[in-house]
C-alpha cells in the first residue's frame, strides 16, 4: 500500500464487488471494462488474489468518493458545519473530503494541507486493526452497521488522534460510491 493511494487489499475486493452489485454491473461486463478475465474480478473479489499495480489504479480509480451532486455537497456542508468533532473520508481511499471545525482543532496544520490526501498514514494501532476486521463486522454488506471502537492518543507533526471513542459510517453518495463518516462517540453519563 502506498500512502497515495491508501488502499488496504483487504478493503479492495469486498468494495468492488459491493459496488459492482449496488450498481447491478455483471463481473463479465466489469471484466471487459478492466481488460481482464471475468474469474480474474472473482479472485480479487473473493480475495484469493490481487490485483497488479495498473488493475489496481483502474479500480480505484472507479471506486474513489467523487462527491459531485449537489447532495453529496450539502453532505461536504454538514460535516464542515457540525458542532461536533467529525470528518469525512473516502471509505477506499480514506481521502479527505470534510472535516467539522471542532476536528481540525487536533490538527496541526491547515485543513487545507490534509483536504483530498489519504489520512491513513496518521492511523493509529487500533485504527489500523479495525480497518483489517471490517469484513468480519459486516462493513461491506449493502446494509452495512456503524462500528465503534476505541483508538489510543497518537501524534503525529501534522495532527493528534485523541484516546476516544470512535464511530464509523458508511454512507452513499449520489454514485454509488462511499465515503466515512468518522464521529467521536459521545461520553456515556456517569
Do not use: M, N
Given at each position: 500500500m502506498t500512502i497515495d493511494t491508501a488502499v488496504l487489499q483487504s478493503s479492495l475486493g469486498p468494495s468492488l464487488r459491493r459496488w459492482r452489485v449496488l450498481n447491478r454491473v455483471k463481473q463479465h461486463a466489469l471484466a471487459e471494462d478492466l481488460g481482464v478475465s471475468q474469474s480474474r474480478i472473482s479472485r480479487w473479489e473473493s480475495g484469493r488474489s490481487e490485483p497488479d499495480d495498473r488493475a489496481r489504479r483502474k479500480i480505484t480509480r472507479l471506486l474513489r468518493a467523487r462527491p459531485e451532486t449537489a447532495s453529496d455537497r450539502?453532505?461536504?456542508?454538514?460535516?464542515?458545519?457540525?458542532?461536533?468533532?467529525?470528518?469525512?473520508?473516502?471509505?477506499?481511499?480514506?481521502?479527505?473530503?470534510?472535516?467539522?471545525p471542532k476536528r481540525v482543532r487536533l490538527w496541526h496544520v491547515p485543513v487545507s494541507e490534509l483536504m483530498d490526501r489519504p489520512l491513513w498514514q496518521f492511523a493509529s494501532e487500533?485504527?489500523?486493526?479495525?480497518?483489517?476486521?471490517?469484513?468480519?463486522?459486516?462493513?461491506?454488506?449493502?446494509?452495512?452497521?456503524?462500528?465503534?471502537?476505541?483508538?489510543?492518543?497518537?501524534?503525529?507533526?501534522?495532527?493528534?488522534?485523541?484516546e476516544s471513542d470512535i464511530r464509523i459510517s458508511r454512507l452513499a453518495l449520489s454514485d454509488g460510491r462511499f465515503a466515512r463518516l468518522v464521529r467521536d462517540e459521545p461520553k456515556a453519563p456517569a
Open positions: 450539502a453532505l461536504l456542508d454538514l460535516v464542515t458545519q457540525a458542532s461536533t468533532p467529525v470528518h469525512l473520508v473516502c471509505d477506499l481511499t480514506h481521502r479527505l473530503l470534510a472535516a467539522s487500533s485504527i489500523r486493526r479495525i480497518e483489517h476486521q471490517l469484513e468480519d463486522k459486516g462493513w461491506f454488506e449493502p446494509c452495512g452497521v456503524d462500528i465503534v471502537y476505541r483508538t489510543e492518543r497518537a501524534e503525529f507533526t501534522e495532527l493528534t488522534i485523541p
